[in-house]
């Protein structure tokens, strides 16, 4: 698949839940899009100089249009979330790559913050495919939950830091009980949650290749030219997130040299 | 556009089409980016290559700053080895000039790699970088004349390729150090390399850099590149070629004004795959509005000499 670079046009713009903001852009690029894949958004404002990377969080190839979810952190997103309809914004991609999702065994999604924003199109291609599917997904608030009507055909289990709605406590709590006989387990959040997620797994005799982890990091390029995204190869040296991932099998990643690397 | 001439004569037989290049660090082999025609390049400038592969730095490697960004890449590279024999073939039936840009601890390590590209077909020229600490020297290579000169002259005599210097901007007398690179026998300079910068997580108490510091890149570090290409380009004879923050037509022109013979585009890369194309086609297109048909006839008005 090659990555190409198109204007978009911002169809609709709205705020599913709290602290998080939803764009619908309309690209022919949506035809190529496989879940977990990201595009290098450019960010017009004098407060930004590189282009940022945001995962596809749904497609709908037939009216080509790409949904991006996410969270103000910073220069790049505040000027992301002020697009309005009709406004265009420029896209690389799409890039990397998706999650593998071929295969019949249940399939156990385990989701920190904006990082459910991956499997809104996830997950239908899940139960696409007919394979039961289970979301774990964390969140700090009621509030601040992406609602599961979202997600239909799913199994959603929540958990909160405060205890709003779910389990109160981490979604990485959630695990033990969800995860059942030969599930293949898909996440994305932030890299502690990834961490503890692969401890967990170590403790419970789950078998690392069974985790397909979306990896988040700063990037300069996202094509594999500054070689800016290293993530810690099993066996030594580095992988490229934008190349190698940013979905990639937990197997092949050295996760005691990501606990140093992002403090997780 | 058709009759301007936008070629460049960088010595040795290395002549470009356009006078715009894609910067060492910003493309990697030639082969990543996407979305790019590679015809309307000067050149390709490949990742910094050393003689041995490279595993680089720990995560995190790069963080955004203002007008810039910091990179402590650590020289991530396949060794020269794998280029010339997984790379280099295909360079070859490219119609476009690929420079490898050359990294090493120590004299020994640049003459091994300037001795093993040699001769090899699809290799058009090297870029030494000289900001690399010299591990008997305890100091960059690029900060001293003494030591850029030594350099310089062992390279020069391992190999018969166009040999471009790139001149590293952290240094107290870069004029002296350009003539002592220049009269050692480097066909051309390229200025600058990054500047060496550093970040802290305010929040965490830490520098975001897992390195500590980085090479500041990017339109922060413009000015001083453009003040560095016009010092240097009035005190040798040899030509410069200016890289450092250039983002649009106009930028490029700026180097080009202050005596750079060409350009290379470093960062602007990451932002808009295109840029280097689209400078070429700028240039080209500021030539024809005055009525110039060639690089050579854009009139210099900056001053001689500093
Ligand atoms: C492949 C990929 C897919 C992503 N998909 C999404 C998504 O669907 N929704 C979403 O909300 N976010 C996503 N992100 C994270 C998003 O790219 C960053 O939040 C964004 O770049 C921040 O830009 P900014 O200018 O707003 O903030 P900045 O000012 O650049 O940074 C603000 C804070 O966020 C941290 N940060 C910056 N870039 C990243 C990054 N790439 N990953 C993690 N932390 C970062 C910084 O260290 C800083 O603490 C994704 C990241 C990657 C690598
Ligand atoms: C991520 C990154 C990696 C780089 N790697 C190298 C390198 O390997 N060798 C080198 O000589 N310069 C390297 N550079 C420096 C650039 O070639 C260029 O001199 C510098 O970035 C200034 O130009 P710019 O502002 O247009 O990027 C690198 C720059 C960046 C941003
Ligand atoms: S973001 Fe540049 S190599 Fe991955």
Excluded at chain 1, 32 to 59: C, I, K, M, N
Excluded at chain 2, 52 to 58: C, E, F, S
Excluded at chain 2, 102 to 125: N, T
Excluded at chain 2, 233 to 258: C, K, N, Q, R, Y
Aim: proline content about 6%; hydrophobic content about 45%; glycine content about 12%.
């Amino acid at each position: 698949m090659i990555a190409t670079l198109q204007a978009a046009r911002v169809l609709e713009r709205s705020t599913p839940m709290g602290g998080g903001v939803e764009l619908i852009c309309e690209t022919p690029l949506a035809a190529d899009v496989h879940p977990g894949q990201f595009f290098q958004v450019a960010v017009e404002s004098p407060g930004a100089l590189l282009r940022r990377p945001y995962s596809a969080a749904w497609t709908d190839p037939t009216r080509g249009l790409v949904g991006f979810v996410f969270n103000v952190v910073g220069a790049g997103s505040d000027w992301l979330a002020a697009r309005n309809a009709g406004d265009r914004i420029d896209l690389l991609g799409p890039l990397g790559r998706g999650f593998a999702i071929d295969g019949g065994r249940p399939a156990v999604c385990v989701a920190g913050g904006l990082g459910i924003a991956v499997f809104i199109g996830l997950s239908n291609a899940l139960t696409g495919r007919g394979r039961s599917t289970t979301i774990l997904y964390g969140a700090r608030s009621a509030d601040q939950l992406l609602p599961a009507a979202r997600f239909p055909k799913t199994r959603m289990q929540l958990a909160t830091d405060d205890g709003s709605a779910g389990h109160h406590g981490r979604v990485t709590a959630l695990l033990s009980n969800a995860i059942v006989g030969d599930a293949d387990i898909f996440a994305c959040g932030p890299t502690p949650m990834l961490v503890e997620l692969v401890r967990w797994a170590q403790r419970a005799d789950v078998r690392l290749a069974r985790i397909q982890v979306a990896h988040e990091t700063p990037m300069g390029c996202g094509v594999g030219t500054c070689l800016g995204c290293a993530l810690p190869r099993a066996g030594g040296g580095y992988m490229l997130t934008c190349q190698d991932g940013p979905c990639i099998s937990a197997d092949l990643v050295e996760w005691t040299r990501v606990v140093d690397a992002f403090h997780g | 556009m058709g009759e301007i001439d936008l070629s460049v004569d960088l010595g040795r037989g290395l002549r470009l089409r356009s006078p715009v290049m894609v910067a060492s660090g910003t493309f990697a082999y030639g082969f990543d980016a996407p979305a790019v025609d590679r015809t309307g390049l000067g050149a390709v400038v490949t990742k910094g290559t050393t003689l041995r592969p490279r595993h680089g730095n720990p995560p995190v490697r790069i963080a955004e700053t203002p007008s810039g960004m910091l990179n402590a890449i650590g020289l991530q590279n396949p060794g020269v080895d794998h280029v010339v024999q997984a790379f280099a073939p295909v360079w070859a039936r490219w119609d476009l000039p690929v420079i490898v840009n050359v990294a090493g601890d120590a004299v020994e390590d640049y003459v091994a790699i300037a001795r093993r590209l040699d001769g090899v077909p699809g290799i058009a020229g090297l870029e030494l970088n000289i900001s690399c600490p010299n591990v008997e020297a305890g100091l960059q290579f690029g900060v001293d004349a003494r030591l850029a000169g030594r350099l310089t002259q062992a390279v020069r005599q391992a190999t018969s390729l166009p040999l471009m210097v790139k001149l590293t901007p952290n240094v107290t007398d870069l004029v002296a150090i350009a003539r002592a690179i220049a009269d050692a026998g480097a066909d051309s300079l390229s200025a600058i390399n990054t500047l060496v910068g550093m970040k802290i997580d305010v929040r965490h108490r830490r520098p975001v850099l897992e390195n500590q510091v980085g090479g500041l890149s990017g339109p922060a570090i413009r000015p001083l590149a453009v003040r560095a290409v016009w010092e240097v380009a009035s005190a040798v004879s040899i030509p410069v070629v200016g890289v450092g923050g250039i983002m649009t037509t106009e930028d490029a022109l700026e180097f080009l004004l202050a005596g750079a013979s060409a350009v290379q585009v470093g960062t602007a890369n990451y932002v808009r795959p295109q840029a280097a194309r689209e400078i070429r086609d700028g240039i080209a297109t500021h030539l024809t509005e005055h009525g110039w048909s060639s690089l050579a006839a854009l009139p210099l008005r900056a001053p001689a000499h500093v």
